[in-house]
């Protein structure tokens, strides 16, 4: 009985190491006058000179950008960015309005976390 509790303890712990990612998960959030604005992230994110789209991503990293109910997901998935817009859809390419949503969260968090 010990043996079997000690197989079943080894490989939970196998199982929740392999599982979980390695670093540090950021979540950066402000309400300003009722309107909330989020940002999450896990790995290394650059974004392009003009703060309008994701320039590069780290293997296995994800950005979530919410505010005033809209999202948008950003994910590293076999080499390429691709992204989540609110209703579900996914695309490698941006449209100008995303562009101006990414653009409009990083202004409000970069204010939030420059006080």
Do not use: W
């Amino acid at each position: 009985m010990k043996k079997i509790n000690f197989i079943l303890l080894a490989a939970f712990i196998i199982i929740a190491l392999t599982a979980c990612r390695q670093g540090k998960h950021v979540v950066i959030q402000n309400d300003n006058n009722g309107v909330l604005t989020r940002m999450s992230y896990y790995g290394k994110i650059a974004f392009a000179d003009d703060n309008m789209s994701i320039k590069s991503m780290s293997p296995d990293s994800y950005i979530e950008f919410k505010m005033d109910g809209e999202k948008l997901i950003a994910q590293r998935e076999n080499g390429s960015i691709i992204y989540e817009l609110s209703d579900g859809t996914k695309t490698n390419t941006l449209s100008e309005d995303n562009k101006h949503f990414i653009a409009s969260v990083l202004k409000r968090v970069g204010k939030f976390n420059n006080r």
